[in-house]
């Protein structure tokens, strides 16, 4: 059965920093492009990263280019999103999900950021 | 970027209804389009890739089918458990991948 489950949300001041965790089972990690998507609270969904299934491509929303890092270890089956620079705008449930049709989809972990 | 327009918003329909949710592709994406469901509090779902490839699980009364950059999921014999989200999702060219916006069905 194929698990994405994330982690490492909470709640961080404007400018902060935090780095998401997803950790995938049930499938070969190491084949797949994973993602990560986002969706602020009552709105839609906004793709924002794309990392290739061997780091050797990485693509980013232009709302986060510059400040979000999407990284990844198939050693250890995981997914990273590191955020810099936090605004109240990046506030949102962060979902990982896997390969080109996104057919599985993590439960989501919610980062907010508020002052 | 690709615009996906999403319509309608939000729909009304009877149980054992037929319905019918669209996606407009602003150019060409080459069939390259998914359709996800999401229930409240939940991650979105996979029900369509391909635009019309039923994904394993998904009931039968779920297709999707397409005409030029017009994309459509239609629901048959609408079901109480179906009232929830839709979105459509383009995965032709990126970055970035766009959904559509939405569409929330409720049950009359």
């Known amino acids: 059965e194929v698990q994405l489950v994330e982690s490492g949300g909470g709640l961080v001041k404007p400018g902060s920093s935090l780095k998401l965790s997803c950790v995938a089972s049930g499938f070969t990690f190491s084949s797949y492009g994973m993602h990560w998507i986002r969706q602020a609270p009552k709105k839609g969904l906004e793709w924002i990263a794309l990392i290739y299934y061997d780091s050797s491509n990485k693509y980013y929303a232009d709302s986060v280019k510059g400040r979000f890092t999407i990284s990844r270890d198939n050693s250890k089956n995981t997914l990273y999103l590191e955020m810099n620079s936090l605004r109240s705008e990046d506030t949102a449930m962060y979902y990982c999900?896997?390969?080109?049709?996104?057919?599985?989809w993590g439960q989501g972990v919610m980062v907010t950021v508020s002052s | 970027d690709i615009q996906m327009t999403q319509s309608p918003a939000s729909l009304s329909a009877s149980l054992g209804e037929t319905v019918t949710i669209e996606c407009l592709a602003s150019e060409d994406i080459y069939s390259n389009l998914a359709w996800y469901q999401q229930k409240p509090g939940k991650s979105p779902q996979l029900l369509i890739y391909d635009a019309s490839s039923l994904q394993d699980g998904v009931p039968s009364r779920f297709s999707g089918s397409e005409s030029g950059t017009q994309y459509s999921l239609e629901i048959n014999s609408l079901q109480s458990e179906d009232a929830v989200t839709y979105f459509c999702?383009?995965?032709?060219?990126?970055?970035?991948?766009?959904f559509g916006s939405g569409t929330k069905l409720e049950i009359k």
């Open positions: 999702q383009q995965h032709h060219d990126y970055p970035p991948f766009t």
């Open positions: 999900a896997k390969g080109a049709a996104f057919d599985y």
